[in-house]
């Protein structure tokens, strides 16, 4: 499965499950996000690759973390080390920039991994 | 003693800074600063909204080096961070991320950060310069006022309350003669004035 294909599987299954259960419709989540009405369903197959940007809109519309669009193994192995490090030199700020700046941080290493590897290069399973 | 010796080698960086990127006079655009950021080796700039206090911050780790900045801010303000940021990446990079605050103001790189963002954007012996020639001698005290017609002559990205700061550190004016200064409306009145002189 190449990265393009898994963040479209990640993709329909937040949009499946979405609302405890109930889900969204594909037309739905398009205009929620301002996006034309098949370039959901062409994520989802990965015809189409989202950008870093709207994997962090998605992100946010699902209420997850944009590292969970990604296989586990190439995100989450040092992430939460280095992201609470970063969040301990933040400690005297709000609790709504530490949320920004941890999703920010989140969207750092994400892009990393996104852009670093061609999106046709195989993930591991 | 020690810090004034550390606050005194950041007005020099950032007067070689100046000098190593070509920049004269004070004003200091986005889009010089971001040159000097290609120049330097800051490899991404970005903007994020959704900020209350954060100002910006910096990367340098397996990410790359990076500039977050809080998005949605007058150019000033960012102009100012943009600078500020460059000095971490200067002078901090291998102290790790650094998260910069609006009114984090009291640790010494911090405060280092600032002082070098005051003088790459407009040098102190300029301002004090420019300040005496516009005022013809050595003033009594600077007031909001003069403070105005500065910004206004010499078209300064500096913001006002750094003008003012710098004013205050230079014994050119009580701290008092800035508390509550409504600087927009100093700068219309200033500006009307300045119409209606070239209107005659």
Redesign the interface.
């Known amino acids: 499965m190449t990265l393009t294909e898994h963040v479209g599987q990640r993709i329909r299954e937040f949009r499946t499950s979405y609302g405890s259960g109930a889900g969204i419709s594909q037309q739905a989540l398009a205009d929620a996000l301002k996006v034309a009405s098949n370039t959901v369903s062409r994520w989802e197959t990965g015809t189409y690759r989202p950008t870093i940007d709207d994997l962090e809109k998605l992100a946010r519309f699902f209420g997850k973390r944009i590292l969970d669009f990604f296989p586990e193994e190439e995100v989450h192995t040092e992430r939460d080390a280095k992201i609470d490090a970063l969040l301990r030199t933040a400690k005297q700020l709000n609790d709504e920039d530490v949320e920004e700046l941890r999703r920010y941080a989140e969207y750092r290493r994400a892009r990393q991994v996104y852009t670093k590897r061609p999106p046709g290069r195989k993930a591991k399973k | 003693m020690r810090d004034t010796g550390y606050y005194y080698e950041m007005r020099e960086l950032a007067l070689e800074v100046r000098v190593r990127n070509g920049i004269e006079g004070a004003n200091l655009s986005m889009r010089d600063m971001w040159r000097i950021y290609c120049e330097e080796g800051i490899e991404k700039l ?1 903007f ?1 909204h ?5 100002r910006g ?1 910096y ?1 340098n ?4 080096v ?1 500039v ?1 900045l809080a998005g949605g801010l007058p150019d000033e303000p960012t102009i100012f961070t943009m600078a500020h940021e460059l000095k971490h990446h200067l002078v901090d990079s291998e102290t ?4 910069c ?1 609006t009114n ?1 103001q009291t640790r010494r790189i911090e405060i280092g950060a600032e002082v070098f963002a005051s003088e790459l954007i407009y040098p102190e012996k300029d301002f004090v310069y420019d300040l005496f020639r516009l005022l013809r001698g050595i003033p009594q005290a600077v007031s909001p006022e003069v403070l105005v017609e500065l910004k206004r002559k010499t078209n300064t990205t500096l913001s006002y309350a750094a003008l003012a700061k710098r004013t205050v550190l230079l014994r050119l004016a009580d701290e008092k003669a800035f508390r509550d200064v409504r600087w927009k409306s100093l700068q219309g009145n200033s500006n009307n004035r300045s119409n209606s002189h070239s209107h005659r």
């Open positions: 970005d994020r959704g900020f209350k206090d954060l911050a990367f780790d397996d990410c790359g990076t977050m790790g991320p650094v998260v605050r984090e």
